[in-house]
């Protein structure tokens, strides 16, 4: 939002220099990103008398012209315009001026004859549009002036960074208010009645809403016999200080009356808009299929079933709230107009915005909220306006569809209260002028208390700690005493499941993994890129207004950022990429409003560990990396019971892949990617990547570590070579050894497999290290080999082994 701060003392006797003002606004929550002294950019335009006019030499459509620019200076220039005559005074832009085009005026030689300078016109100031002649300035202006001071050019501009839920402020007039209750001045509101004259407005024009959601009130004013022309320079500054380009007398008006008022308002010609039983039928409503609109800038625009649109009896005139249609565009040939002033849905003219890339001044407005209660009062000001600049007559009446007129909020502010929560010590009075300053109604409640009536304009307020708010703010944070707060005397701490969290980070970390972050945003195209399905009765989370085709869902998995993040960091010369996530993902169900969130971890396992050295050349990372990530993982959460299952899924390698069970149920998968998704993302391969859902993981995890006192007694070791079938899992053979060694087994460690010479085809050896170990006493070797005996023929039969000679 840019400030005129010529505009702005027209509304609010404020006396403060830009930057103390700034500093106030900043302080009161409006941030000033910029602050800028307009005029400076024609710093070397002055105002010349032409002295001489000849024909070029050497062209026939160029002039040779001296000019007085004062100071007894007279400069020769060649001119190409044809408008002017020897005596007109007109705009010179001097040797080493930058003109707002970016043009730079050089000495120079046009067809052999020397120029010095240039004679400007409208557009090439950046002060009008007419660009086919020379800006022809009135008798009285001084020759040699500077042209910006004598035009009222120079001002100073505050550029403001308006939040999104103070739509108030996206007007002079909001400014002005906020101001004004900075500064203990009174804000005044520019408005207008409008001289009307005859037949109604309601002879001609209908308005129907199809759907008040979408367009809550719709007015339209009609405004007979204009003259469309170029805007008076008050106008023209005023448009341009506002960052808008000056088009019309009439189309100025418009943006005037928003920059003004906050109120969005489109002119249509009512020439152009089609009748229907000599009346002009306008209505609002989505677009029908097919529906296609050319809109101001030339483009035909395909419509989606969700755009709203202003209609005549003909079809679809303008998209609402976003841009006008080309057919309906008020031109020099306009006589009659047709004045909107309107309020439409925030979310519709958002999507509509996004959809077809149209952004303006005014969707943002929309965009943000517009209040309904004002659009009457900014189109009676836009009506006067038209009437006094471009002539005309206002027709009697606006025609107002307002089915559901919005009320003001009704609140109570207790003062005791909002002083305990402040630390303040302000009295009902005081508190009741801030309010009041900032256009609130007061009345007193009684028992310290006030009634507060919260306007339309001021959608942000719905609490009374909101209100509470409001007084801190313009009171002044800095006038708050700094106090400790009150608290029971005991000190805080994280949660359980807080303090896992950070445990599985730490692990994750210990492990040699990094953490990252990728987008919660999703693309569609990953559902093919992985193969995924998601479990019936859930469907992917999409988006209303995403910022691209390529993030249109909430993601479901971590598993695409992550491969993402690899194939990011071997592209740039990073092949051992260690990373690890801990993020939420989202799914949802047919008909359901709100998502489901879970948290999940996922890590991606790439290259090596460690770079090869002269004497040391380490493996590349597989998918017993990845299990080891897991072990050490449960470990540090005190999870016992977990155990890996063979599993196929279409992003992983088939006979390196794996679900994870915790107790028994499935929290997550582990494995190595399958080659078609690397392809997919670039990425070269092996990579491991496992996801799990933290809350199982959570559940599971012991809330105290427990520790065991070391061993007094040695222990016995022996090992145990079994010949199994290939089907039989050494994870089974494990379970059936710890079964038999009853409380002597201490532990049991598969260290080698071997298939080959010595052992049948379609037979693999297992071989495993077994730990004997009694709490009581030293074993003897007797009291292993009955043990040992006794469980080489248990697992022998229970997995159909036998023992490798």
């Not at 002269?614 to 959460?637: C, Y």
Request: charged share 25%; hydrophobic share 40%.
């Amino acid at each position: 939002m840019r400030v005129s701060m010529k505009w702005l003392r027209e509304l609010v006797p404020v006396d403060l220099a830009p930057a103390e003002l700034a500093d106030r606004l900043d302080m009161t929550g409006t941030a000033v990103e910029a602050i800028e002294t307009v005029g400076q950019e024609i710093e070397g335009v002055v105002i010349g008398r032409i002295v001489s006019k000849e024909r070029h030499p050497n062209a026939e459509k160029l002039w040779l012209t001296k000019v007085d620019v004062g100071g007894g200076e007279t400069l020769q220039i060649v001119c190409g315009a044809q408008n002017f005559k020897v005596g007109d005074k007109v705009p010179v832009a001097t040797v080493g001026t930058t003109l707002p085009n970016g043009v730079t005026i050089k000495k120079a030689k046009l067809r052999g004859v020397e120029s010095v300078g240039m004679n400007c016109s409208a557009i090439e100031l950046g002060v009008g549009s007419e660009a086919s002649g020379l800006l022809i300035l009135p008798d009285e202006a001084p020759v040699g002036a500077s042209f910006a001071e004598w035009r009222g050019m120079s001002d100073t501009v505050l550029d403001l960074e308006i939040t999104p839920n103070r739509p108030d402020c996206l007007s002079m007039a909001g400014i002005a208010r906020e101001v004004a209750a900075i500064t203990g001045a009174t804000a005044g509101k520019p408005s207008s009645t409008p001289e009307e004259g005859g037949a109604p407005a309601s002879d001609e024009v209908t308005v129907t809403v199809d759907d008040p959601s979408l367009c809550p009130r719709y007015t339209a004013r009609l405004i007979r016999g204009v003259k469309v022309g170029p805007s008076p320079d008050w106008l023209v500054q005023r448009v341009l200080a506002s960052g808008s380009r000056p088009v019309s007398n009439i189309v100025d008006i418009t943006n005037y009356v928003m920059f003004e008022l906050g109120q969005p308002l489109h002119a249509f010609d009512a020439g152009r808009l089609a009748r229907e039983g000599g009346k002009i039928a306008i209505g609002v409503r989505l677009a029908g299929e097919g529906e296609h609109l050319v809109t101001l800038d030339g483009k035909d625009r395909q419509l989606a079933a969700d755009t709203l649109v202003i209609t005549d009896s003909s079809g679809a005139v303008a998209l609402a709230g976003v841009m006008g249609g080309e057919d309906t565009e008020v031109s020099a040939e306009t006589v009659d107009v047709l004045l909107e002033s309107a309020c439409f849905d925030p979310a519709s003219v958002s999507r509509t915005s996004r959809r077809l890339g149209l952004f303006s001044e005014a969707s943002s407005r929309f965009e943000k909220g517009v209040d309904p209660n004002g659009c009457a009062a900014a189109s009676d000001r836009a009506a006067a306006l038209i009437a006094k600049i471009a002539g005309g007559e206002v027709a009697p009446g606006v025609v107002d569809e307002y089915p559901a007129p919005r009320s003001p909020l009704a609140l109570t502010l207790r003062v005791a209260r909002a002083n305990s929560v402040l630390g303040t010590d302000l009295g009902p009075h005081e508190m009741s002028d801030i309010l009041g300053r900032l256009g609130l109604g007061v009345a007193d409640a009684g028992g310290e208390a006030l009634a507060v009536e919260v306007p339309t304009f001021r959608p942000d307020l719905e609490r009374e700690i909101d209100l509470i708010e409001e007084v801190v703010r313009v009171h002044g944070m800095e006038n708050v005493t700094p106090t400790l707060p009150a608290g029971p005397g005991r000190a805080g701490g994280l949660t359980r499941e807080q303090r896992l969290r950070e445990r599985i980070g730490e692990a994750l970390r210990a492990a040699g993994l990094e953490d990252t972050m990728s987008y919660s945003f999703a693309d569609p195209a990953d559902f093919g890129r992985l193969g995924w399905e998601l479990p019936e009765g859930e469907v992917p989370v999409e988006l209303l207004n995403p910022m691209s085709e390529e993030q249109a869902l909430l993601r479901w998995t971590l598993a695409p950022g992550l491969l993402r993040a690899v194939s990011h960091n071997q592209r740039r010369g990073v092949d051992d990429v260690h990373l690890y996530e801990m993020g939420a993902v989202f799914v949802t169900a047919p008909g359901r409003k709100q998502p489901k969130e879970r948290t999940h971890v996922g890590g991606a396992l790439a290259g090596r560990w460690h770079r090869p050295t002269w004497d040391d050349e380490p493996p590349q990372l597989d998918f017993f990396d990845g299990k080891g990530v897991f072990g050490a993982l449960a470990e540090s959460l005190g999870i016992e019971r977990w155990k890996l299952r063979a599993a196929e899924m279409p992003w992983l390698q088939p006979g390196r892949s794996a679900e994870v069970l915790v107790g028994g149920d499935v929290v997550g998968w582990l494995g190595e990617v399958a080659a078609p998704v690397l392809d997919a993302y670039e990425a070269r391969g092996p990579i491991v990547l496992f996801e799990l859902q933290t809350e199982p993981l959570l559940r599971s995890a012991a809330g105290v570590r427990v520790f065991e006192e070391l061993p007094r007694f040695p222990a016995v070791e022996l090992d145990i070579a079994l010949v199994v079938d290939e089907d039989v899992t050494a994870e089974r053979v494990e379970q059936a050894i710890r079964s038999a060694g009853g409380k002597l087994l201490e532990g049991a460690r598969l260290f080698d497999v071997y298939r080959g010479q010595g052992v049948a085809a379609g037979r693999k050896s297992l071989a495993f290290a077994l730990t004997y170990r009694s709490p009581e006493r030293t074993l003897t070797d007797e009291d292993v080999a009955a043990v040992h005996e006794k469980l080489v023929r248990k697992v022998t039969a229970a997995v159909g082994g036998e023992l490798r000679g």
